[in-house]
């Protein structure tokens, strides 16, 4: 399946979105904030889609999105926010900068289905006419 990094400064919820996506069949790495995030990224290969929280100290989840966003490599890998703060995830949502939310407290399923979703299109081969 898919490497998806979790990116969460709660042990808790990185340990529950770990067990959930596991048990879907992805593969996960974990960083407690974005800062993090960014060195794993840069040390290991891209991963597949990434799964942030907004809310972290060092690096913000926004922060984070951004300097993904502005980099050629991490342009394109699909974003999903997991987050409490649902105003600033569908602002984020809206404006293109995220793939999809998800919000907290999440539901396994859903969780599942929406990483299923993003993934699948993330790994889509483009048509070219």
Known sequence: MS??????????IRFALKTILEEGG???????????????????H??????TDLA???LRGE??????????PTAAIPIVVVSGDAVKAWTLRASGLVDA??????????????VQAVANRANSPSIVA
């Open 26 to 44: 992805h593969e996960v790495v974990e960083a407690e904030q974005g800062a993090a995030a960014l060195d794993l990224i840069g040390t290991q």
């Open 63 to 72: 922060d984070l999105i951004e300097r993904l966003r502005s980099e050629a």
């Open 56 to 58: 972290m100290p060092i």
């Open 101 to 114: 939310v998800v919000a907290k407290p999440f539901d396994a399923a859903a969780l599942t289905r929406c």
């Open 3 to 12: 490497t998806i990094l979790v990116v969460d400064h709660g042990a808790t």
């Open 46 to 51: 891209l991963p597949d889609v990434v799964m």
